[in-house]
Every structure is written in C-alpha cells, then in structure tokens.
C-alpha cells in the first residue's frame, strides 16, 4: 500500500504536468469523474478530491478521448503529384475493407472483406499465368503465389465460418472491456443518483466484483449470450 500523500491540493494541482488537459477527481457524492483542466483549473471544484495513483501522483490524461486530430496534409510538389494523390483519396474511399476497418474494426464483415480481397489477387494471378503459358514463359513463380493466394483464402474461410459458428461477443476484445467499464460506473452513478450513500455503494461494487470474479460467471455469461438457460 503507498504512503499516505500528505501534499496540500494546491501543491497536487501545482504538480500536474504542463501538458495535462484532464484530471479524474473524485465528487462530493464518491463518483469518480473527470475534469477538463487545458485552460486552468476552474474546472475542479472545491468539493472535489483529486484521484492519486498507487505512487500518490494525480491521475491525468495528455489528450481527450476519441480520435486524435490528423495532421494537415503537405502541398503536393506539383499538378501531376496532385492529381495522384486525389486519385489514391477517392481509391481509398472506394476500398471495403479500408472503409469498414476505419469505421468498425470489431466488424465480422472485417474477415468477409480480406477473404474477398484474396480471392481476387488469386483470380488475377491465374489471369497473369495463363498469359505467362500463352507467350511461352515460366509460370512456376506465379503458381506459387497463387497457391499461397489460394491457402490465405482458405484460412480465412475457416475463420469466417468459425466466427458465424460462435457468434458471440468476444468478452477478452477491447471493446467490451470498455463497455462493461462504462456500465458498472453508470450503475454506479445512477446508485449515487437515487440518494445511496458511498459506503453502500462500495459494499455493492464489492459484491458485484466477487461474483464477476468467480470461476462459473463468465462460462455463465456465455452461455447466456448464447440464449441457454
């Protein structure tokens, strides 16, 4: 267990890094929340305990949530380099697979689109074969990337029909590890919303914790995903 953190919570707030722009603080009613400090410290009110790590430093973000800013595209040199390059963008926007990786990466329709991609290199490459065979020219180099074309799709079959066979939510993915965070804190806050007193709420969070921790619970949740009894 860390010391206890005897620092002032001006000498907290004064030791925050320069580049901070959110500060989780705990509220007057127990809840844990963040506050945006990017321009100044107004935003943390007097009623609020500032949240410390294991080590006693506050915890903070360096960037808000979602997805980072992308930075502006350099001038292209010249016409011709320009034009390309709006030629790749609108490529770009007509490609499936980029289309539903950027949008949905936990998508099954993600395995649907490489294993169509495959197929299609495969098509081209036993197009580029049989010219090779009709000028005369040695075609054991392209039947070998065909045959590992072939075995990519057929890999990717597999998977595909795997992940239809078991299609259920993937409790170890990131996404769900997110979702089922963001559940228990609403669960949290709507008990602290209804007037339950932060004690309770820590004695049912520890309740809840000890029975997602037991051995049957997630074979249970499985099963329950699965439409079982």
């Not at 945006?36 to 915890?59: K, M, R, S």
């Not at 890999?155 to 259920?168: F, G, P, V």
């Not at 007037?195 to 709420?201: L, P, Q």
């Amino acid at each position: 267990m860390a010391a206890p953190n005897h620092r002032t919570r001006q000498e907290l707030l004064d030791s925050l890094p320069k580049n901070a722009v959110r500060l989780k603080v705990r509220n007057e009613k127990g809840i844990e929340q963040w506050r945006d400090i990017e321009n100044g410290h107004d935003n943390v009110a007097d009623t609020d305990d500032i949240v410390l790590d294991t080590h006693g430093v506050p915890i903070t973000m360096d960037n808000h949530p979602g997805r980072r800013k992308k930075p502006k595209p350099q001038k292209p040199a010249n016409a011709k380099i320009a034009e390309i390059a709006q030629l790749r963008r609108e490529f770009f926007k007509r490609d499936d697979l980029l289309t539903k990786v950027e949008k949905d990466v936990e998508s099954d329709d993600v395995l649907h689109f490489v294993m169509q991609g495959f197929a299609r290199e495969a098509a081209s490459l036993e197009f580029e074969r049989q010219q090779a065979e009709m000028g005369g020219r040695e075609t054991s180099q392209i039947s070998l990337r065909r045959i590992n074309a072939l075995k990519a799709v057929a890999d990717t079959w597999l998977k595909r029909k795997d992940q239809i066979a078991n299609k259920t939510i993937d409790m170890n993915s990131t996404a769900f590890s997110r979702l089922f965070s963001f559940i228990v804190e609403t669960f949290r806050e709507a008990l602290a919303t209804e007037g339950v007193t932060a004690d309770e709420i820590q004695v049912i969070m520890t309740a809840l914790s000890e029975r997602i921790s037991d051995d049957t619970w997630e074979e249970e949740a499985r099963i329950a995903m699965k439409g079982g009894d």
